[in-house]
């Protein structure tokens, strides 16, 4: 409800319980933020550790935020299986250190004891931070310090002109005006001019197609300006009183109808169509390895389509480096082994060529065991059950059938999304049975399946942080402020239908 705390101080809530519950005691601001709050936070989240159960498996994730009131906050949150549910761990006030991998570095390892102390049912199986410096260089030193993780970037993170006209649009009511006339003088139902936010590729692509589906709009205003005056957009110019206005509002008009502008915007809106939609996939909640490694193939696939069919070579090629640039930074072999071992995919998704032999897939697995288990030898099962998995042969061949029952009815225009991978593996052990007596594949997949590619769940944190800690409630402290957010985390998941969509 996002209510001051000072409700509980309301003259009118007093009369009201005086009048209908006059035993009660209302307890004081300061009762309600040092005592009842930590209390049901405690509580709620004692509860959320006992429901991961024995064999939970998470990735951390962490981000940075600074508030109105100019703290800087580190937040380290978690995504758990096979819950799928999303914790915070901890937040950090870091406004006073200064912004290096070493620091950050600190924190992590700091919050890993913590998950180990206090969450022991969890077992942290990688690491994701956003795309900074610092967060970078800090992400290599966890790695050479822990091998056995799976350390991520986060992978959910002419356009001057386009905004330019977008913000002047939004400025000025009677131009908004005369389009909303306009459409509906056509039967047209009204469109609004979106703004793009500036860290948000799928707001610039939905800003610049709005602005692209109001062309005709806009053109049809100044021509029907200039059939009624002596060349003058008077829509675009009523009002404006001061030289520098009108001199801003002749540039948009000449924007407008710049057949130059309309046709570049087309071609960023194609550029930036395929990166909304990988955008869309990546902010999951609960975004996998092997969806991460088909959005890049996706990402690859359509700029090289824009090169064909456009002859956008620069820009294209650009982006093209770009993705090989990211691709070149990441932990390939986890994302190349999680493809293969999601029985939807295997080798569907790849090219024939000799790194994708049986024998070099075999190699593969037997290294990630290595690592990511911490061992120096590999189970003598491993091999044999990957070639079967490949073949579906042995105890695969029944799940085999399952999964292409599975692909046929998603195929079907009412059919329902498909079952999330672990099931399958999950269907092959005994149920009961720990992660410690699953055969080995099944553990392997089961680890690199679980592992969140983004820290989506951060950003999530801190809109909730910017809900709260408003300009009239900016001396909030910190701690009030992490367990009022954590408690509303709370709250909204007690209430969760299973309709709820999994990126919230």
């Keep these: 409800m996002n209510l001051p705390l000072n409700w509980v101080q309301d003259p009118v809530l007093h009369t009201i319980f005086n009048e209908f519950v006059p035993p009660a ?48 906050l580190i937040a380290f949150m978690i995504t758990a299986t096979p819950t799928r549910s999303i914790h915070t761990v901890c937040v950090v006030d870091a406004s006073n250190e200064r912004k290096t991998a070493e620091k950050f570095l600190k924190h992590i390892e700091e919050t890993l004891k913590t998950l180990k102390t206090d969450w022991t049912a969890v077992e942290v ?19 050479k310090k822990y091998p056995f993780l799976i350390v991520l970037d986060c992978y959910a993170h002419q356009v001057h002109r386009a905004e330019q006209l977008i913000r002047w649009l939004r400025r000025r009511t009677q131009v908004l005006a005369r389009i909303r006339a306009v459409q509906t003088a056509h039967n047209k139902q009204f469109s609004a001019v979106l703004r793009a936010v500036v860290t948000r590729w799928t707001s610039h692509y939905l800003a610049f197609r709005r602005l692209l589906e109001l062309q005709a709009t806009l053109s049809a205003i100044i021509a029907d300006d200039l059939a009624r005056t002596n060349n003058s957009a008077t829509t675009f ?78 820009g294209t090629n650009a982006l093209l480096t770009s993705l090989e640039n990211r691709w070149g930074k990441s932990d390939c072999a986890a994302f190349i082994a999680c493809a293969i071992l999601n029985p939807y995919f295997k080798l569907e998704p790849f090219q024939d060529r000799a790194q994708f032999t049986e024998v070099e897939i075999v190699a593969l697995i037997k290294s990630l065991w290595k690592r990511l288990f911490r061992s120096d030898h590999v189970p003598d099962d491993l091999e044999k059950d990957t070639r079967d998995y490949l073949y579906n042969r042995g105890r695969f061949q ?80 910190t701690n009030t402020l992490v367990q009022l957010a954590e408690l509303k985390l709370h709250v909204r998941d007690m209430y969760r239908t299973p309709e709820t969509k999994s990126r919230l």
């Excluded at 057949?259 to 990988?278: C, M, Q, S, Y």
């Design 25 to 72: 005691k209302l307890p004081s601001r300061k009762v309600l933020t040092t005592r009842l709050l930590p209390t049901e936070v405690k509580k709620f989240r004692e509860q959320a550790i006992a429901a991961l159960g024995e064999d939970a498996e998470a990735t951390v994730q962490a981000d940075g935020w600074t508030g109105i009131n100019n703290h800087h």
């Design 398 to 477: 029944t799940a085999a059938a399952a999964v292409k029952e599975h692909l046929k009815e998603a195929d079907k225009p009412e059919s329902v999304s498909l079952s999330h991978p672990l099931a399958y593996w999950q269907s092959l052990n005994i149920p009961g049975k720990r992660h410690a007596a699953w055969f080995s594949l099944s553990r392997l997949a089961h680890r690199l399946l679980s592992i969140c590619a983004n820290s989506a769940t951060c950003e999530r944190l801190f809109s909730l942080f910017g809900q709260l800690l408003t300009k009239l409630r900016n001396r909030m402290g």
């Design 237 to 314: 110019l009523t009002g404006l009183k001061k030289a520098d206005a009108k001199a801003e509002a002749r540039r948009m008009v000449a924007i407008i109808q710049d057949g130059t502008f309309w046709h570049d915007l087309v071609r960023v809106k194609l550029h930036l169509e395929p990166l909304a939609i990988a955008t869309n996939i990546a902010q999951a909640a609960h975004c996998r390895l092997d969806q991460i490694l088909l959005v890049f193939g996706f990402l690859q696939h359509s700029f090289l389509r824009l090169r064909e069919q456009y002859g956008d070579v620069e």
């Design 125 to 143: 199986i990688g690491f994701t931070s956003d795309a900074s410096g610092e967060s970078r260089k800090a992400r290599l030193l966890l790695l």
